[in-house]
Every structure is written in C-alpha cells, then in structure tokens.
C-alpha cells in the first residue's frame, strides 16, 4: 500500500465556517470511523465535530483532500452501486420523481442527478419521462450506468458545465459530503433554468427520529466519514435562501434514517 503521508494532512481543516465564514467553533465531540466501508489504515480513526458559534451550522473540524478522497473513492458501497433492489429502489424514487413533478406541473424536461449512486433516481426520472444526466464520482458506478447508455460524468458540480439550463436538479444524500456547500448551491443555482427546482434530501438533525438515534447511541451519522455536514431544516432552508433558491416544500426522505427531502425553487 502507497503511503499517503500522515494522517493528518488528508485533512484539510476548516478555518472558518464552510457556510458563514464565522471563525468561533465550540468542540461537539470525536467519534470513530474505523467500522466505516470506506476506511483504510491510511486514513484517521476519528473525525472531530464542532459547532459554528455565529449560525449554528455543524460540521466536522476538516474535510479530505484530493489524496484522501481518491483513496475513499476507490472503495465500492454496495448500498450505492447500481442494480442493488432495483424494485425497492424504484419504488422510492418514483415518489421523490412524482413530488417533483407535481410541484411542477410537469412531468418532462431536463432533469440533473447529482451524486447518482446506484442508478435508481435517474432511471426513474427518465422513466418518467425526463432526459436525464448524471455525476457521480465513483469510476464503477459511472462505468455501470454508461454501459447502460446513460450521459453521466464523472466530475464534480462545480466543475461540470452546461448551457442549456435544467429544469431539475436533485442532490440526494448528497449536499453533506460536499466541502463547500454553499459554492454548490450557489452553482446550481446557475444550472438551473429560470423557475427550475432543486431536491436536496439529507439527514435532519433537528428531528426527533435524530434525537432518538443520538440518545441510544445509534446515531450512523457522527461516524460516516464521507460527510462533512450535518443539517437541520432552518439551516438547510436559510442557506438555500441565502444562494437564490426558495424552499417551497418539506417532507421526510425515504431512503435513509432521520431524512428530509426539501425542494426550492430557483428565484
Ligand atoms: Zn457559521
């Protein structure tokens, strides 16, 4: 195995906060990630969560760098692979593409998923009836979709250019592993066509199902090492704002404990 350096430079840390740019954090606690599909002995064993003092926002003290993410990335979820419960999958994201649509009015157009994992948003949304293009930064998910036929990249948001404008955007359980979220919301903002829709679903932390995790000690959260962010409703939606995009529907996500999925609506 390549050696990677010390642990601690695969962490870029956080000098001031990813969302406000305030730069008082208070500690919220270590918690381990050895048990995590995508760790390696190169990596930490912990990852330190601290509070934003100015906005409330939680994030973890540092996110990977490009050696780190490379080495994280090369690991296989099978959980995120494409053709997993391919029926069950389906099923969930049929609601998620039909919420959408009817917050439309529309059930066409250009629909962008950010972050595709295993597939099954966007083939339901092409199903549905949108054409549809994908980004994923795992080679074998974007391998698998493509020998499928599927437009999918392997790039990330920021990077990924397009003049047409889409009409929906989703990012799935996606926003919290991103390091600045803020840049990404602000870019898809100028992806989007005029009145077009984002989905971003992720765990909720101000919701009882949270709470109830965190106070039996079965929170997966504080230990997934892909994520820099944990969001609750009011700082989700006052971020969403802050970018140009309006939230304009709530409802609980499906696909992983403690989720919300929030649609907003480009200004
Ligand atoms: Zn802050």
Redesign the pocket.
């Known amino acids: 195995m390549e050696a990677l350096g010390q642990a601690q430079e695969l962490r870029v840390r956080f000098e001031t906060?990813?969302?406000?740019?305030?730069r008082a954090f208070v500690p919220l606690g270590e918690t381990g990630c050895r048990q995590h599909a995508a760790w390696s002995p190169v990596l930490p064993e912990k990852l330190a969560w601290v509070g934003?003092q100015?906005?409330?926002?939680v994030f973890t003290d540092g996110f990977w760098s490009d050696a780190a993410l490379a080495r994280i990335f090369a690991t296989e979820h099978a959980q995120q692979t494409p053709g997993q419960d391919v029926e069950a999958a389906r099923r969930v994201s049929a609601k998620v593409v039909t919420r959408v649509s009817e917050l439309r009015g529309e059930f066409s157009g250009r629909w962008l998923d950010v972050g595709f994992g295993d597939g099954s948003l966007l083939t339901t949304a092409e199903e549905f009836g949108y054409e549809v293009v994908g980004l994923d930064l795992r080679e074998s998910c974007v391998r698998r979709m493509r020998e499928f036929g599927y437009t999918v990249e392997r790039r990330t948001l920021v990077e990924y250019q397009d003049a047409r404008g889409f009409d929906v955007i989703s990012l799935c359980d996606v926003l919290e592993h991103i390091a600045l979220p803020k840049q990404a919301l602000v870019k898809v903002k100028n992806l989007l066509a005029p009145h077009g829709l984002l989905m971003v679903s992720c765990p909720n932390l101000d919701s009882f199902a949270w709470k109830w995790l965190d106070q039996r000690g079965q929170n997966p959260y504080w230990s997934e090492l892909e994520h820099h962010h944990n969001f609750g409703r009011a700082r989700l939606c006052a971020l969403l704002v802050e970018c140009g995009l309006e939230p304009i529907h709530y409802a609980i996500s499906e696909r992983y404990k403690a989720g919300m999925e929030v649609v907003a609506r480009r200004r």
């Open positions: 906060c990813p969302l406000c740019e305030g934003c100015t906005c409330g926002h």
